[in-house]
């Protein structure tokens, strides 16, 4: 493995080159190179690492680079939008941009399949069949060299992003990401977000050493580690390493910087809490973060509230048939939504996961039918107040936000929304 780290200050561009030229310099005869990359929804410096990668291996006769939307059930990407968030210039020529495609067949390959019994093993019992390894089935294909990027920081379904989950759940299929997200929530957010090692995280390694096993090309993994101050973002580390063990390996010390940049400890629990959303979330199902990151026990007073604001958001899931699959559940807690799910046993479970993630803890009473919440979520969008209320959360007029009134005690205006996990000293 190798590494560069600058978590008090920033890594240059001459270190960044340095760790590139480093990484690759084994590879001297690579002629076709598949390059997957995270999507809009995560910030990263992929466009300072990319041309840094496209240089080398031009030098070192490279004749084709393809790139591929690790982009799980998001929205696909425009080849402008990826040429930006991989910093490609004009100069810079890739042979194809390929989003991910989870719902097509055609797309995708099986690998082969996670047994019933370590999933119920790493749930506890909650979920009890087994989990095909489906995947893009262009890792398969003829090219000489597959990197991967990917970020690390803290998330509510894996523990921490990056690593291994680039391909699974990011380049699996429509199963593999429900199931995944559904396990996760099965076991809980609180119990897996900011943890190395988890049942999440041992589902997703299990589906990936399959991938692995059928790979017949090196494979590199870059992860990022990165500071948000507006922008631009600031590099703190870069880890590479090559094969699964690789991946592992770099994961477990992106993970080590991640919890020193991503994770604030406040003193006391919060009555009520600003999370300002960046544009690169547009749709509640990514902005859906501003709640899953302040779950952690005690960080919420009972009966607060967090408040999602983003004025720009105008749908739940920029999908019709997801955002219509949300509206027909609503927001919820865990025991209401396992119960919706007897009498609509075929609905999304990565759906399902996300209601209980964005909604959080509380309980449902099966004979009266009432829910009672640890705490309130409350959109600030553009989705209007009817229609907030009728999938079970609040509404709040936008134009009425102001940050000086969140700076008193036991309030909290947290710019970058999403980001930051929060946790109570």
């Not at 009966?303 to 919820?332: T, V, W």
């Not at 940050?403 to 980001?419: A, E, V, Y």
Request: glycine share 8%; charged share 20%.
């Amino acid at each position: 493995m190798l590494s560069v780290e600058n978590l008090q200050g920033e890594l240059t561009n001459r270190q960044l080159e340095g760790i590139v030229k480093e990484s690759l310099k084994d590879f001297k005869s690579v002629k076709k190179v598949l390059l997957i990359h995270p999507d809009y929804t995560r910030t990263d410096f992929s466009n300072k690492l990319v041309p840094l990668i496209y240089g080398e291996l031009k030098n070192k006769g490279m004749t084709q680079i393809d790139s591929l939307n690790a982009g799980g059930t998001h929205r696909e990407m425009t080849e402008i939008e990826i040429r930006e968030k991989l910093g490609l210039s004009s100069q810079i020529n890739f042979n194809h941009f390929y989003n991910h495609k989870y719902n097509n067949p055609q797309q995708l390959i099986i690998m082969g399949e996670i047994p019933a019994s370590f999933v119920a093993e790493k749930t506890k019992g909650e979920l009890s069949q087994s989990i095909p390894v489906v995947v893009n089935k262009l890792i398969t294909e003829d090219y000489d060299l597959i990197i991967t990027l990917s970020g690390t920081l803290p998330h509510e379904a894996a523990g921490y992003a990056g690593g291994l989950k680039v391909f699974f759940p990011g380049i699996s299929g429509q199963e593999v990401i429900d199931l995944l997200h559904w396990a996760a929530v099965l076991v809980g957010i609180p119990q897996i977000i900011s943890s190395v090692d988890n049942p999440a995280r041992e589902i997703i390694n299990k589906g990936s050493s399959y991938i692995f096993d059928r790979i017949k090309v090196p494979v590199l993994s870059f992860n990022m580690v990165f500071k948000e101050k507006g922008r631009p973002v600031i590099p703190k580390g870069l880890y590479v390493g090559e094969g699964f063990n690789g991946f592992i390996e770099t994961y477990k010390q992106a993970t080590k910087a991640s919890s020193q940049l991503h994770v604030i400890y406040i003193d006391k629990p919060l009555n009520s809490v600003v999370q300002v959303i960046n544009e690169n979330y547009d749709e509640i199902w990514t902005a859906g973060k501003g709640s899953y990151k302040l779950q952690s026990p005690g960080v919420m007073a009972d009966g607060g509230e967090i408040i999602i604001y983003a004025p720009h958001i105008s749908c739940f899931h920029s999908k019709s048939e997801m955002d219509n699959a949300l509206r027909q559940i609503g927001y919820h807690c865990k025991d209401y939504v396992k119960n919706y799910l007897k009498s609509n046993p075929e609905f999304s479970r990565n759906i399902a996961a996300h209601v209980i993630g964005v909604r959080g803890a509380g309980k449902y009473d099966t004979k009266t039918g009432k829910e009672v919440f640890n705490f309130k979520v409350t959109l600030a969008t553009g989705i209007p107040k009817e229609v907030c209320e009728s999938v079970g959360l609040g509404y709040r007029y936008p134009n009425l936000i102001c940050q000086k009134d969140f700076t008193s005690p036991g309030k909290l205006w947290i710019q970058n929304g999403g980001k930051y996990l929060y946790k109570l000293k």
